[in-house]
């Protein structure tokens, strides 16, 4: 592509995300700008659309994808609209940001690469946005070196205040916990080949009927494993933590101690609350990376593939929590279009 002008790009999805994003490629990033956004709920487009110069607001995404105002598409509407969002990019070979989960399921996953396939060429970077966060950046780095040795284990904690009211346990796995799959899987660089859910007795400050927390156990191709506790209703803030546990020391992020005080006889500092203070560096600098790629006609960042192979985890680990205990992942062999990747 290699454009001098700005990217021309269209939101599809003006909620909490989408709002977000609007924001951050109008008022932070350079190279693009917004020219549309798009929401079932025409009030909500107009609304975000309003504070941003030259940026119209629609209610069907096919409509503007075929506008030749647009360069570019982020998709941050709903996991279940992202399917035909993406095919409709394919059918005008835009390339896409795809806030994650890719697509809810492996078996629509699996539809959304073989379109790209057809394409001949990525066109999907998957907002999997930990891949962006300084913390997350260093750590693998680090354990590239191979300094520390062979990774053994990794303990990652994630937590939230509160979920949403239309939260289930299984978006426990497959909305929260699909961030960790991919994390694993991006500073292991090995694929999960089964997960455990555990499930101790649901904490009283959890909505009537959620199992949360959970424990997740994910075991790897490379014979490390990943576990994560997932607690969506912990109350008190935002955490994600990650220990990488190796063969000659250990590695830890995530504890946040940007700022210590000492007063009154205590020590302490403060939590994020949520997820948009805790990584807005890493959203920032996704979303800029997916600019200058898609400006210098290139694709880069997590793929289809690493939508497709999270989706197939979470599914087997949502499995796993409804029928109890251990349920193996069935991966698709890996398509020629994404094996140059690490
Ligand atoms: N990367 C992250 O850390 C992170 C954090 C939160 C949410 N997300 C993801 O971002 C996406 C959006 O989440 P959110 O919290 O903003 O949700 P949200 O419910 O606040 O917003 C979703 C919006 O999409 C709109 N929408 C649904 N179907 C549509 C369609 N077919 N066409 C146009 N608009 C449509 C809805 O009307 C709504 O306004 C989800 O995929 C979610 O998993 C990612
Ligand atoms: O969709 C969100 C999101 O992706 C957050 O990063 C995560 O912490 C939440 O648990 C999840 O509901």
Same mark, same amino acid.
């Given at each position: 592509?290699?454009?001098?002008?700005?990217?021309?790009?269209?939101?599809?999805?003006?909620?909490? #995300?989408? %709002?977000?994003?609007?924001?951050?490629?109008?008022?932070?990033?350079? +190279?693009?700008?917004?020219?549309?956004?798009?929401?079932?709920?025409? @009030?909500?487009?107009?609304?975000?659309?309003?504070?941003?110069?030259?940026?119209?607001?629609?209610?069907?995404?096919?409509?503007? #994808?075929?506008?030749?105002?647009?360069?570019?598409?982020?998709?941050?509407? =709903?996991?279940?609209?992202?399917?035909?969002?993406?095919?409709?990019?394919?059918?005008?070979?835009?390339?896409?940001?795809?806030?994650?989960?890719?697509?809810?399921?492996?078996?629509?996953?699996?539809?959304? #690469?073989?379109?790209?396939?057809?394409?001949?060429?990525?066109? &999907?970077?998957?907002?999997?946005?930990?891949?962006?966060?300084?913390?997350?950046?260093?750590?693998?780095?680090?354990?590239?070196?191979?300094?520390?040795?062979?990774?053994?284990?990794?303990?990652?904690?994630?937590?939230?205040?509160? =979920?949403?009211?239309?939260?289930? =346990?299984?978006?426990?796995?497959?909305?929260? &916990?699909?961030?960790? &799959?991919?994390?694993?899987?991006?500073?292991?660089?090995?694929?999960?080949?089964?997960?455990?859910?555990?499930?101790?007795?649901?904490?009283?400050?959890?909505? @009537? +009927?959620?199992?949360?927390?959970?424990?997740?156990?994910? /075991?790897?191709? +490379?014979?490390?494993?990943?576990?994560? /506790?997932?607690?969506?209703?912990?109350?008190?803030?935002?955490?994600?933590?990650?220990?990488?546990?190796?063969?000659?020391?250990?590695?830890?992020?995530?504890?946040?101690?940007?700022?210590?005080?000492?007063?009154?006889?205590?020590?302490?500092?403060?939590?994020?609350?949520?997820?948009?203070?805790?990584?807005?560096?890493?959203?920032?600098?996704?979303?800029?990376?997916?600019?200058?790629?898609?400006?210098?006609? /290139?694709?880069?960042?997590?793929?289809?593939?690493?939508?497709?192979? %999270?989706?197939?985890?979470?599914?087997?680990?949502?499995?796993?929590?409804?029928?109890?205990?251990?349920?193996?992942? @069935?991966?698709?062999?890996?398509?020629?279009?994404?094996?140059?990747?690490?």
């Amino acid at each position: 592509m290699n454009r001098r002008e700005p990217l021309g790009i269209a939101v599809i999805g003006a909620g909490r #995300m989408g %709002a977000d994003h609007v924001r951050r490629i109008d008022r932070v990033i350079s +190279g693009a700008r917004v020219a549309a956004v798009v929401d079932l709920d025409g @009030e909500r487009a107009k609304a975000v659309a309003a504070g941003v110069d030259g940026c119209t607001a629609h209610t069907d995404a096919a409509e503007v #994808m075929a506008s030749a105002d647009v360069d570019a598409v982020l998709v941050a509407s =709903s996991g279940p609209a992202h399917e035909a969002a993406l095919l409709t990019a394919f059918a005008h070979d835009l390339p896409v940001l795809c806030e994650k989960p890719l697509t809810p399921d492996a078996a629509s996953a699996l539809r959304v #690469m073989e379109a790209e396939q057809a394409l001949g060429h990525r066109r &999907v970077q998957v907002g999997f946005m930990r891949r962006y966060d300084t913390e997350y950046v260093r750590l693998k780095a680090l354990l590239a070196t191979g300094q520390l040795g062979r990774p053994l284990m990794l303990h990652n904690r994630h937590r939230n205040v509160a =979920s949403p009211p239309f939260f289930t =346990s299984s978006m426990l796995i497959s909305d929260s &916990v699909a961030h960790e &799959v991919d994390a694993t899987r991006w500073l292991l660089g090995h694929e999960i080949t089964a997960v455990t859910v555990l499930r101790p007795v649901p904490s009283s400050g959890a909505p @009537e +009927g959620l199992r949360d927390p959970q424990f997740v156990v994910l /075991e790897t191709d +490379g014979g490390a494993l990943s576990d994560v /506790e997932i607690f969506v209703n912990c109350g008190f803030g935002y955490q994600v933590q990650a220990e990488a546990v190796c063969e000659r020391g250990t590695a830890r992020i995530g504890d946040g101690h940007q700022l210590v005080t000492n007063m009154a006889g205590r020590w302490g500092g403060t939590i994020a609350q949520d997820w948009t203070e805790r990584f807005a560096q890493a959203y920032d600098a996704e979303v800029q990376a997916w600019v200058d790629a898609t400006r210098r006609g /290139e694709v880069t960042g997590p793929s289809t593939w690493d939508g497709y192979a %999270a989706a197939a985890v979470c599914e087997a680990g949502v499995r796993a929590l409804e029928e109890g205990g251990r349920a193996t992942v @069935e991966l698709a062999e890996k398509p020629a279009l994404y094996r140059a990747e690490a």
